[in-house]
């Protein structure tokens, strides 16, 4: 059985969509907030949030984000914190999104910690970043004794990089595992071990590629693809710009497909290397009481 949390960037658009499905599965309703503190922006994992109080607790976040108030971020954590269904993850923590330089960004991350750190239940070890900066951040999770769990974060149609192992039946027993027991078995895949480069590039083809079995208005990349209108404001897809995508973006993309051909993706993996320090299908397990 797979239990699978997925996140939008400050949208719960994608899990409150699927919970429309007529099967019966399990959807957790989940976001990846962007919480701007300081002169940083840090990225929240709020997972499972109660049907009833999702819609107020998105509003809550929309809120700081457009006034951010050190006050405000605690009262929202602790009652984020007070509702026991919820995980509060650290994704990609030592990510420098806005790049202010390692040494003012540690000094933020660590003040943001401080304040916050007993509102947050684990630190994600991120699928897409590199073994380096995940290994760092293994390190974190013990300074703050916090279990670290897996995440994806693909943004295309590979599965994911990294796995959490559990004998949890429910999404609700898997929060009780990482908030009450502080347990965790995270387990790298082998796709891991690739050179990032070369799966960012396979991200941009799936991007790229028709998808027939789509319903219509979906099927090519230019109806999947926005722009915002300068004028309204309004998003649409870049299909309304034209009847056809222009021809030389057509001979662009045959040079970009050439990137899932066996031979040019295996003279890239050498040319580019992958996380060679890492084995193929690591598997971490976390004990933050250890």
Known sequence: MSLVSLTDHDSMGAPTSLRQLPEAIQIPIAVEWSVPFENAVFHLGIHNLPQNLAATIMEDFAEYTRNPCKSRLLEIMAELHKLPEVLIVFNHPLWDQL??????????????????VEFIHAFELNAMRNWSENKRVVELGERWQRPVVSGGDRHGC????????????NFSLFVQEIREAQLSHVLFMPQYAEPRSLRFWQTV????REYPEYP?????????VFHIDCYTGCDSPLSALWKAPPPFLGRIFSVIRMGERKSVRHALSYTFG?????????????????
């Open 99 to 116: 790049g202010p330089g390692q040494l003012p960004f540690q000094l933020v991350l660590k003040r943001f910690l401080r304040q916050h």
């Open 158 to 169: 590979e599965p994911s990089g990294a796995l959490n192992l559990t004998r949890a039946t």
């Open 205 to 208: 083809i799936d991007v790229l």
């Open 216 to 224: 219509l208005g979906s099927r090519r990349w230019d109806e999947r």
């Open 274 to 290: 992958g996380n060679t320090e890492l084995s193929l299908a690591t598997e971490i397990p976390c004990d933050a009481n250890a």
